[in-house]
């Protein structure tokens, strides 16, 4: 039951959906521009740097902030706080990734992952940005970055649980693995149209500083 309730709260959180409402302050709707989706990569693409940037940070924050509550609320049991925390991390992604009222059409979980990691642990969260930034830099593909970033992320996940990375009690590790590896696996499957592209050299690269499109309302 408390699993489930960490899931539900973090899937409220989670379906808050930066991009969509930003984008509805500037009338318009995001779903219907660029790849159509609201993360912060499309809404840098549609509506411009400055507001890549605040939903980037909107969709960090919104992950980060119950999570660190659900860590404060099991401070005493750190045999499964880390479990627990990934619980409310993974009702976060679901609801960016699938918004009820939005007809289930959302993000693609990347940010959202960054928010979980810092707090689940903050040095496998900086590794993962550490990865995502390398990639992105080498090659200026964001769909790139976060499939490599989130392979990454499965194997620190199987290979952490199983060496003590995230101070599980043994009984808890095998639900943490399962678990955790959907964080990754869903994140690859939403980016499913993107490889694609990359496969066809079709794909767009990340230009970081832009206006944004030109969009007649």
């Known amino acids: 039951m408390e699993r489930l309730i960490l ?14 409402l930003l984008g509805k302050l500037k009338g318009i709707d995001i779903r219907q521009y660029g790849s159509r989706n609201t993360g912060a990569t499309n809404s840098l693409r549609v509506m411009g740097t400055g ?78 940005i550490g990865v995502f ?4 830099v080498l090659f200026r593909y964001v769909s790139l970055a976060s499939i490599t970033a989130m392979l990454f992320l499965a194997g620190a996940i199987v290979l952490g649980a199983g060496n003590g990375l995230f101070g599980l009690g043994e009984a ?5 693995v399962v678990a955790g590896l959907v964080i990754p696996l869903l994140s690859i499957w939403r980016h499913r149209t993107n490889i694609v592209r990359l496969l066809k050299g079709e794909e767009n690269r990340l230009k970081l500083f832009t206006k944004g499109m030109k969009i007649k309302q």
């Open 7 to 20: 899931f539900l709260v973090g899937y409220f959180c989670g379906s808050i959906q930066c991009g969509y």
């Open 51 to 128: 507001a890549g940037i605040i939903v980037l940070l909107g969709d960090v924050l919104k992950a980060i902030i119950p999570c660190l509550v659900v860590r404060f609320l099991y401070a005493t049991k750190p045999e499964i706080q880390s479990l627990m925390v990934l619980w409310m991390g993974l009702g976060a992604m679901i609801g960016h990734d699938f918004p009820f009222y939005l007809g289930f059409q959302g993000g693609k979980g990347v940010a959202t992952t960054v928010g979980i990691l810092l707090v689940l642990h903050f040095k496998l969260g900086l590794a993962w």
């Open 133 to 136: 930034l390398v990639v992105a």
């Open 172 to 176: 808890y590790r095998t639900e943490f």
